[in-house]
């Protein structure tokens, strides 16, 4: 029968090489006596042990209760050696080196590589150790992760022959602008009581055709890159001004409807403003970003940063920003489509408070905070295009050295494995980031190229200029206006505004003939009103008719009328042309 040993140290190599030990060493009679009668009890015990493992006699609570025993090696090898001629030195030399040999197997802690060779190391640890980063990749099944399936961006919920105007009326909605129209009217009540004479045409309220105008003048100013010209210059009537602005409205409506502006309740704003220091825009913004979301639907992959809108005034949430071109002004964080810049999500940067403002538990917990990166990962005395990986189920953490003295940390929770850019040689991480990171700054170069931001004192009139400069934007990215140009697409959006408000004010009879011929030929109308063709016959009444054109105070009746718009004007009024001159 096969004899089943107990589990002993392994056995001493028998090839080593005896030395001889003179024979007047230091190794007393009772020391060898001892090592003899070790030997006949380990062999007992063997002996025993060989008869338990075969009849299964012990209990298994015994087994483990009872202390393994280790042999001692000199008697184990005396059991198994049968050559008497071994030196008693060469014996008890070996019987030290395996305690010792055995005892170091069994005292020494499991070997953990040092911080000297952190790639070797399985995990890696911040400074708080929340996180555990391992650094092999996690294994993954064919399956695409449901997070990295794309859909298209794609314009939704309009139809597809809309124009440029009724586009924008969906960003800027008619609530929107009924919200401005009632507190801009609250404003202007304000006003007409300093003012005598309170039935000026420049203090009357707003309607919603007047506000469109008064928008689309602004589109304009940003067409003409003369968003800060004095408005003295874009109504000046010497030939150096724009047409334009002096058909529409007069240059008094216009500055009124400016200073007018308001977007919020004066009356309960102090109250708003305890938990809300926006709260003055805070309405109108939410609604806007509110339609961009509702007409959009987000792409592949999305930008966040910041934008930076220029205000030099004062306002407790102003930043200065010394990598921005405008250096001082407020804060947007902006979440747009990487691929056409459109913009998708925003929120006005008002303090710490204002981060992370509605965010769920799930995304907030891709919130790693800097403490959690190894400090292998921080290494700046790495090799130049080394890279290190740190993974988690659905975190990738990845350091590059870019260059001497430099490292580059980034986390991405779209990949999960280590790979290289073949055409850069560089991360694949990295190359994504650079490749769609300027999702923001497109939409800000938009903005900035062509912007109806006029300067003002007034941050909430700052923040509605950007409003618009964003609102032409996403309408022009929804419009797909590929094959023409911007510049062409806000000509158009700006005419399709002003024209209504220009056609009402075409049909004044009291306008000048001049300001009649200039609304005419933007319309693309010969004449202003009344009949096609001129009369060579002169107009005039039975009885006498106040003259239009006198004030109330030097009104003179006449017999009189214009051959062409038909109203009584008197001599003094008017001025005979000859009909060649006609």
Known sequence: MNRKRCNTSPEPSTSRKMQHVPVNCNISDEFIESLLCESEESSADEEDCIQSDCGNSSSEEDKENEEPVLPTPAASYLSESSNDDIPLSSLVSRANSQERETSRQVNEPETVVSSDEPRHKKYFYGK????KWSAEGPSRTTRTPAHNIVVPSTATDFPPDSSSSQLFGLLISESIKNKIISFTNQRLEMTREKYKRRNKPELKNIDALELDAFIGLLIFSAVFKSNDEDINALFATDGTGRDIFRAVMSKERFAMILLSLRFDDASTRDQRKQTDVATAIADIFSEFIANCQKYYKIGETTTIDEMLVSFRGRCRWKKYMPNKPCKYGLEIKCLTDSATGYLYNAYLYTGKNSDGNGLTEEEKKLL??????????????REV???MYGFTKELTLLSYVPKKKKTVQMISSMHHEESIDSTKSIPEIISFYNATKGGVDSLDEKCAKYTCAKRSRRWRLVIFFRILDVAAANTFIISNYNSSKRMEFMKDLGRRLVTP??????????????????MG??????????????????????????????????????????????????????????????
């Not at 708080?128 to 996180?131: G, Y």
């Not at 408000?501 to 200039?518: N, W």
């Not at 009369?535 to 003259?547: G, Q, R, V």
């Open 521 to 582: 030929r933007i319309l693309g109308k010969d004449k202003p009103t009344g009949s096609n063709q001129q009369s060579t016959e002169i107009l005039k009444f039975e009885t006498l008719k106040n003259c239009y054109m006198c004030f109330k105070q030097k009104r003179r009746r006449t017999h009189y009328g214009c051959t062409v718009c038909g109203q009584p004007v008197c001599l003094q009024c008017s001025k005979p042309t000859c009909n060649n001159c006609r």
């Open 128 to 131: 708080r150790r929340c996180m």
């Open 368 to 381: 790693v905070p800097t403490q959690e990166i190894p400090p292998e990962f921080l290494d700046k005395k």
């Open 501 to 518: 408000q220009l056609e009402r004010r075409y049909a004044i009879p009291q306008l000048s003939h001049e300001l009649k011929s200039l």
């Open 385 to 387: 295009h080394s890279t």
